[in-house]
């Protein structure tokens, strides 16, 4: 099957540092990618929606400037946590959905990356 | 917007037993019904899916059935294995595709051997 990769898994910063998190699909082209924030035992909460070559989406009550997506191609997204803060700790996972057969529309999730902002 | 719940949060099993988890949507136009399995530290996989013209979908151990009419439809795992522990998550979207998914709170199923 398809596969999204993230890097990386697990990162630890301190506070006010910037962290760029990486999500690539690996063999497949992606039309759409987007961003979760997961808290522990919790659901995933869509943070923002990315296409290919143009500016992200996002969610009510996410703030753009804290949280830079870029989506240089259509196999890679980023999500740069800028000026992070202990409260930015969580567990990242990007998604991508499939451009070409044979999983066209199909929607594959990243391993996550955990982030700890110290 | 759509709204998703799901029931139960907590779910233990013993091996060999079955395993029902529900969920009900908001949004009588959600047409694309899929559930992720999340394993400790990793990232959510489909397992299944199924679609509003379809009742019901099986695939092996698992099956999803979906009630258009009440707007619920369940996950159900039968004859469990202790691999099978991880948090369950429903997802609803309009559309028919993965695009704008709305997920349930998510199950934490545990199969006790």
């Known amino acids: 099957g398809a596969v999204v990769s993230q890097h990386p898994s697990r990162v630890i910063c301190k506070s006010g540092t910037s962290v760029k998190i990486e999500c690539r699909s690996l063999d497949f082209q992606a039309t759409t990618m987007f961003w979760y924030r997961q808290f522990p035992k919790q659901s995933l909460m869509l943070m923002a929606t990315s296409n290919e070559g143009s500016k992200a989406t996002y969610e009510q009550g996410v703030e753009k400037d804290k949280f830079l997506i870029n989506h240089a191609s259509l196999t890679l997204s980023t999500l740069t946590v800028t000026s992070a803060h202990p409260e930015d700790s969580s567990f990242y996972i990007c998604s991508a959905i499939a451009r070409q057969a044979p999983n066209t529309g199909e929607l594959f999730f990243g391993e996550g990356s955990r982030l700890t902002v110290l | 917007g759509e709204n998703v719940e799901q029931h139960p949060s907590t779910l233990s099993v013993q091996e060999g037993d079955s395993a029902v988890i529900k969920c009900t949507y908001s949004?009588?136009?959600?047409?694309?019904f899929p559930w992720y399995k999340q394993e400790l530290g990793k990232g959510p996989q489909l397992i299944i899916d199924i679609r509003s013209n379809v009742g019901e979908k099986k695939d092996q151990r698992i099956a999803v059935t979906l009630n258009k009419t009440a707007k619920h439809f369940s996950l159900h795992i039968t004859e469990t294995q202790p691999e099978d522990s991880a948090v369950y998550f429903c997802?609803?979207?309009?559309?028919?595709?993965?695009?704008?998914?709305?997920f349930g709170s998510g199950t934490q199923l545990t199969v006790l051997p």
């Open positions: 949004d009588s136009a959600s047409n694309y």
């Open positions: 997802a609803a979207s309009i559309g028919g595709s993965a695009r704008q998914l709305t």
